[in-house]
């Protein structure tokens, strides 16, 4: 029997990947009906989203600054298709310089650092965006080159200094001392099961500090150009990701013994970390060529899943929501998924 080729004009959107982006990131759009007698043009909610690569079957499409989530439309010739769900994230900070997680407490209050570059004193080091109100306001000043954010079992605030080396506790009220000190180069910091801190030394050190402040030598790696960044795995092991001067860097882990493996290699300048409630891992970087958020499963197989330019780090939020830090903001996208709290 022969089928009779549909005669429906309207463009046809079949798959859109990958689940979701921030501004400046780029949607890949797959269907027919595109082209016709002229372009396609496309919206992300009520905006105008430019097009990259358009052809009859397929698009990249890059999500404008003004886009809030809602639906992707394809237009063509009057003709519109059926409008696409899809996760845009939003801006809810900016004015930042953070070079590594964000940090989420209890109650959903967020922290990030304005960072500086080496030896700079600013205003502020460390800034709340208040779950209650939504607004950004100076959490802890006098710290110098606030780098790694850590939350323990008990819901407070660590943060690094990699410019001295050491590692903050950070009161309720803002109000920060030394944990402990001779941290070298500390960047990223994270709590185990058991309370433990790790602490990384982007010059190759990877540090444990006891409940007791006891400090040992966990791990040594080859030093990274910007920062170690340290997630604990549902299998108790250490990952930590430091950008080299490669292009196909790689997750480590380690192992409670202090036994260094790579994990997955494959990633352009992987970044911050954060597992999912299912033992995902998210990473920040770039993945055949494009920039965001990558998904590893436990298996290995990864897949970009979230597109975004700039993301330092990320950390799973209440309300199935994840929070990304940027060179300069923090946004957040509703994913529904629950995150693994580290500590």
Do not use: W
């Not at 001779?182 to 050190?205: K, Q």
């Amino acid at each position: 029997m022969a089928f009779r080729k549909s005669s429906d004009p309207r463009p046809q959107i079949l798959e859109v990947s990958p689940a979701a982006a921030i501004p400046g990131g780029e949607f890949q759009v797959r269907g027919k009906n595109f082209a016709g007698a002229g372009r396609a043009s496309v919206t992300i909610g009520a905006a105008p989203a430019p097009l990259v690569v358009g052809s009859d079957s397929y698009l990249i499409v890059r999500v404008p600054d003004n886009a809030v989530g809602g639906q992707l439309v394809v237009s063509q010739n009057g003709d519109i298709s059926t409008p696409r769900p899809l996760q845009v994230g939003v801006q809810i900070a900016d004015g930042l310089h953070p070079i590594a997680n964000p940090a989420v407490d209890s109650h959903g209050n967020i922290y990030a650092t304005f960072s500086g570059s080496r030896g700079q004193k600013t205003p502020v080091s460390i800034f709340q965006v208040e779950a209650t109100t939504g607004q950004t306001v100076p959490f802890v000043s006098e710290l110098m080159n606030a780098s790694g954010l850590a939350i323990d079992q008990d819901d407070v605030l660590y943060a690094s200094s990699r410019q001295e080396g050491n590692i903050y506790r950070v009161s309720s009220a803002g109000n920060s001392a030394i944990y402990v000190e001779g941290m070298g180069v500390a960047t990223g910091i994270v709590f185990d099961p058991e309370g433990n801190l790790y602490v990384g030394d982007r010059s190759g050190t990877i540090f444990k500090v006891s409940r007791q402040r006891q400090i040992y030598v966990f791990a040594t790696l080859e030093s990274s150009i910007s920062a170690y960044h340290l997630a604990f795995g549902p299998d108790k092991y250490l990952y930590v990701t430091g950008p080299t001067t490669s292009s196909f860097d790689c997750v480590h882990r380690i192992s409670p013994a202090g036994e260094v493996e790579v994990f997955y290699r494959g990633l352009g300048r992987p970044q911050g970390m954060a597992f999912d409630a299912q033992d995902n891992l998210y990473v920040a970087a770039s993945f055949e060529g494009r920039r965001g958020v990558v998904r590893i499963t436990p298996d290995k197989q990864a897949e970009l899943f979230l597109s975004g330019p700039g993301i330092v780090g990320l950390a799973f939020a209440p309300g199935r929501d994840l929070v990304l830090a940027t060179s300069g903001a923090l946004y957040r996208v509703h994913v529904d998924i629950d995150g693994r709290r580290s500590a």
